[in-house]
């Protein structure tokens, strides 16, 4: 059974910035993408961004374009969500998942999501 553990959340003023770390536990099923999802109470989980493990192709939801950037460490089984300019909307628990590629090139969470996470909490507010 594959683990990921999300780390980095924490509290941050508006503009502020923030990098989550989504490591995999020592036996990997080398999914197709590691996928961020973020969810606030009352709502659906909403996709932030995937990475391909193959070329390390990266999509982004519209909402965090030009602000998050997604990266890895094929060797470190980790992957990480660098957060800049961050909003008051930006606050949610952010998950990491292994996603196949219905779910990681439409950034929605699909029926071949697997392996979550327990979450991080992102909190911005000033």
């Known amino acids: 059974q594959v683990q990921r553990v999300e780390s980095g959340g924490g509290l941050v003023q508006p503009g502020g910035s923030l990098r989550l770390s989504c490591a995999a536990s020592?036996?990997?099923?080398?999914?197709?993408?590691i996928a961020w999802f973020r969810q606030v109470p009352g709502k659906d989980r909403e996709g932030v961004s995937c990475?391909?493990?193959?070329?390390?192709?990266?999509f982004y939801a519209d909402s965090v374009k030009g602000r998050f950037t997604t990266s890895r460490d094929n060797a470190e089984n980790t992957v990480y969500l660098q957060m800049n300019s961050l909003k008051p909307d930006d606050t949610a628990v952010y998950y990491c998942?292994?996603?196949?590629?219905?779910?990681?090139?439409?950034?929605?969470?699909?029926?071949?999501?697997?392996?979550w996470g327990q979450g991080t909490q992102v909190t911005v507010s000033s």
């Open positions: 998942a292994a996603v196949g590629p219905l779910s990681c090139f439409g950034v929605k969470a699909g029926p071949d999501v697997n392996s």
């Open positions: 990475i391909t493990r193959t070329d390390g192709s990266v």
């Open positions: 020592a036996f990997t099923l080398d999914p197709y993408g």
